[in-house]
């Protein structure tokens, strides 16, 4: 895989929750097979590994604002694609 992008932010070196440099990349739209499509799309955002883990360990707000946030950008920027036709779910 090439250099990952992000159609979210453009700044991946960066912790999006605190501001400490991201040691790994968050797929906002995860699961079995909705990190691929996230990838293709460029749904990501960079966090520490401690947020990332924080994220991932329970069903919490931060998640349901990058869910969110990689909605809108996604419609904004695919306004020809449907997110819940590609996705299943609404998260706005």
Do not use: W
């Not at 992008?5 to 790994?24: H, N």
């Not at 990349?25 to 883990?53: F, M, P, Q, W």
């Amino acid at each position: 895989m090439g250099k990952t992008i992000s159609i979210i932010t453009s700044d991946l070196t960066t912790c999006k929750v605190c501001g400490r440099p991201a040691t790994e990349i968050h797929h906002c739209i995860h699961g079995t097979a909705n990190k691929r499509i996230a990838d293709k799309y460029h749904l990501v955002v960079g966090l520490c590994s401690e947020h990332h883990r924080e994220l991932h360990d329970s069903n919490n707000q931060m998640d349901r604002h990058f869910q969110k946030l990689a909605q809108l950008a996604f419609e904004a920027h695919y306004p020809n694609l449907n997110f819940k036709e590609i996705f299943g779910r609404n998260y706005l």
